[in-house]
């Protein structure tokens, strides 16, 4: 296999500083900031590309899916909405204990298993992008969708690395060109289908309430996702060997800083 495209989750699996991009309230929602930082992060691209190299990847780009959206049967504007709240969340310890933090109950499932746990109600909300959320037909069984602007949800495409370096420069500027075409098509599009499957939930539940947090309802969420910076430390820490685990907590702190700092940059 050449080519894989997974979320960044999943590529935390085998690059685990890569989770960085994952910390609630990091990359935040602003669709050019998000874009610049992600095809054009030096933290990334160049001072984790040994990371990738250990384990055969080379990242070529990375893709904005759209923002994350919180689904539940009531307004959620606040920590305390949250509390005895259920909510569907990926299986990582990020997103996991990132909703803890929030004050609400994470429970993991596959996606397979959410449209009946909520239609049951024994899972009260969850949380994608606009397209999934449609199209997992999740909006037919929530009765509110909060914009809480905490983050996109982010797909990368990277290659085999020992298979690219063996190819000849001009293959390789081949491949470059081929990525950054596919990366321009598919912000285009992630654009274009989230907007129009807002409009076909609201055509199909026009009782469904959009709730957008403000400026103030955000900072309360994105003050308390600073402590999620340790759990993040945490979990490069723990994927190295007792003799690494110092200078990989370092190391850690010194991405997740540089990427807020090119956040900054780029707003």
């Excluded at 569907?88 to 990132?98: A, G, H, L, N, Q």
């Excluded at 069984?141 to 990277?158: A, I």
């Amino acid at each position: 296999m050449q080519f894989v495209s997974v979320g960044t989750g999943h590529l935390g699996s085998y690059v685990p500083e890569v989770q960085a991009i994952s910390v609630p309230y990091v990359m935040g929602t602003d669709t050019d900031v998000v874009r610049k930082v992600l095809t054009g992060s030096k933290t990334i691209y160049n001072d984790l590309a040994d990371r990738f190299e250990n384990v055969n990847l080379k990242l070529l780009t990375m893709i904005s899916e759209g923002e994350m959206v919180w689904g539940a049967n009531k307004a959620i504007r606040s920590p305390e909405d949250f509390a005895g709240q259920k909510i569907r969340t990926f299986t990582s310890t990020i997103p996991v204990e990132t909703y803890k933090t929030f004050g609400a109950t994470p429970t993991p499932l596959s996606w397979g298993e959410v449209y009946g746990s909520l239609q049951l109600k024994t899972v009260d909300g969850m949380v994608n992008p606009i397209y999934f959320i449609y199209n997992a037909k999740w909006h037919e069984v929530q009765d509110y969708l909060m914009f809480p602007g905490q983050q996109p949800y982010v797909g990368t495409v990277s290659t085999n690395s020992e298979w690219f370096n063996g190819l000849s420069a001009e293959k390789q500027e081949m491949v470059r060109k081929a990525i950054a075409a596919a990366e321009q098509a598919a912000h285009e599009y992630q654009l274009k289908i989230n907007q129009e499957n807002m409009d076909k939930i609201m055509a199909e539940r026009p009782d469904i309430k959009v709730v957008t947090l403000t400026p103030e309802e955000r900072s309360r969420f994105k003050e308390l996702s600073t402590s999620l910076h340790e759990t993040y430390y945490d979990v490069v820490e723990n994927a190295y060997d007792d003799a690494d685990k110092a200078s990989a907590r370092e190391g850690a702190k010194k991405i997740l800083q540089n990427l807020i700092q090119e956040v900054k940059d780029a707003s």
